[in-house]
Structures are given as C-alpha cells and as structure tokens.
Nanobody, 114 residues
Framework: QVQLLASGGGLVQPGGSLCLSC???????????MAWYCQSPEKERELVAS???????NVADSVKGRFTISRDNGQKSVFLQMNSLKPEDTAVYYC????????WGQGVQVTVSS
C-alpha cells in the first residue's frame, strides 16, 4: 500500500525556517520526479518545487532563493527546506510525484505569523 506521510509543519514567525519531510512507503521513489505542492483557501493546489532522479531541481519563482528541495532515496524521503518565511507562504503543503501518481495524503499546515 503506497502512502505519503508528511511532517514538519507548524507555526513560525516571519523570517523563520521550517523543514518539511515526506516519507513515501511501498513505492519506487528513486525513479520518479518528486515534488512539493501548496494549497490555500485563496489558491488552487500549485507546484512549489520538484526534483528529478537525475538533474537540476526546479522551484517556483515565488520561493526562489528561499526554498530548497532535496531527496534521500535510501530513506525514501523528500524534503523541503523553507527559509526566510513570509506570511504569504501560509498554506497546506503536500508531497507527491510530479505527475501525481499517488493518492494525496493529508499534507501539513504551515502558518507564518507574528
């Protein structure tokens, strides 16, 4: 049974940092392009960043220079390091493949507020 278990969300002040983690079970994560998405009441689910098995990572313009995506195939995990957080980053964050091959998990809430 394929599962996406995301963690690491929470409440942080503007300028703070968080690191999100996603463990993908029963899935050959090493051969897929993995990605993080975000969704808020104001916006549809959007791609934040993606990382292919081999090659350069991609990040959305809105988080360029602040967010970094990485992976650890041995741990079947994908990470999103979030620095210099802004209130507009507030959203629910989800992990999946870039082609959404896996049923969506619950995601994690990230709230940036004073």
């Amino acid at each position: 049974q394929v599962q996406l278990l995301a963690s690491g969300g929470g409440l942080v002040q503007p300028g703070g940092s968080l690191c999100l983690s996603c463990i993908v079970s029963d899935f050959p994560v090493s051969i897929y392009t993995m990605a993080w998405y975000c969704q808020s009441p104001e916006k549809e689910r959007e791609l934040v960043a993606s990382i292919p098995p081999v090659g350069v990572t991609n990040v959305a313009d809105s988080v360029k220079g602040r967010f970094t995506i990485s992976r650890d195939n041995g741990q079947k995990s994908v990470f999103l390091q979030m620095n210099s957080l802004k209130p507009e980053d507030t959203a629910v964050y989800y992990c999946n493949t870039a082609n959404q091959n896996i049923a969506w998990g619950q995601g994690v809430q990230v709230t940036v507020s004073s």
